[in-house]
């Protein structure tokens, strides 16, 4: 087969779909055999560079090409007008992987996509007006044309049967994995005192000001305690709390290691990845009860109601009088999710469709 994918979220800074993005290549690539890749991506020319140097080392063809600025909005005009067919400048295809970032047609081919999760339709209040315009229409539009699409797990599987209507037969969940960096052994990051670590930002689902009014409970009974934020967000003045900004990947696991627990009060995510690599670095992991978090989460990390001050706070004592006792399960978990078997669960999914 050649699949063809829509690689452009590469093309900006990586976050959660596009590490996603390029682990599932990276596995595919593992298990393709005599199966070609190929990597589409029309964007901006400053980026061009950028999604090439992120796809280095993963063996595939590149179709990589500027287009003018805003290229955005020229991305958009193209899915929405139906033509040409990505054909004319991917070449022919056996499967079409289209990206959140733009859905033009095809002439032929399996027709498929990846929901990471429906955030934006069922609370759009949660994101901002350009969020909502690229992955809403995205999503509906996917569940009128797909022949099948992919899901980073079962909660987001049921979901996208739930909310679009997709038959439940034609959704393969691929779960995410994790880098072999995230491990127990290795340095862990010493920032001066004993510190909660989070990966978080001020955007609405990820609760960060009820999280802060835990931390606060906490403090006021262990003083020493840094709250320790990897993130984009501007600097909190708030007593205890240290923002780091964006942090490099390879420094990720030593604040993982080094952090007395990982605070993760989330109000809904897709999946949860950053969960399943604090486990894997042997971190107790207080996590949001909410049911969009139960797999990565599985029975190793403690479980607090996210939108509780209190509730966040008794889970981070009970992390920080003997957390480190869940570590050998926290581990073993992790070590369920790699991006081989992503890339197995891809290939499986094109191949049983196109049967």
Known sequence: MRLVFD????SHPRTGIGNYMLGMLGGLAEVAGEHELVFFAPTGPRNVGRVRKALEGIP????????????????????????????????ALDVFHFSDWMYPAQRGGLR?????????????????????????????????????????????????ERTLGFPRERIVVAYPGIHERFRPEGEAADLGSPYLFTAASFEPRKNLETLLDGFALVRARRPELQLVIAGPEPEIEA???????????????GLYRGAEAFVYPTLFEGFGIPVVEALACGAPAVVSSHPS???????????????????????????????????????????????????EAMLRGYESARA
């Open 112 to 160: 498929t996509t990846t929901v990471h999760d429906l955030g934006p339709i069922h609370h759009p209040e949660w994101v901002g007006p350009k969020t909502r315009a690229l992955h809403v229409p995205k999503a509906k539009h996917a569940a009128q044309t797909c022949d099948l699409m992919f899901a980073n797990s079962r909660y987001t599987g049921d979901d996208v």
């Open 60 to 91: 595939g063809e590149r179709r990589i090409f500027p287009i003018p600025p805003p290229s955005n909005l020229w991305r958009q005009s193209w899915s929405r007008l139906g033509r040409p067919p990505v054909e004319r400048f991917a070449g």
């Open 7 to 10: 690689v452009t979220p590469l």
């Open 239 to 253: 007593q205890g709390v240290r923002c780091l900004g964006y942090v490099d990947d390879a420094d990720l696991p």
């Open 293 to 343: 978090l139960d797999e990565a989460s599985g029975e190793a990390a403690i479980r607090v109601e996210p939108k509780s001050p209190e509730a966040i706070a008794a889970g981070i004592e009970q992390a920080l009088g003997g957390g480190r006792s869940r570590a050998p399960r926290g581990i073993e978990h992790a070590e369920e999710f790699t991006w081989r078997a992503c890339g």
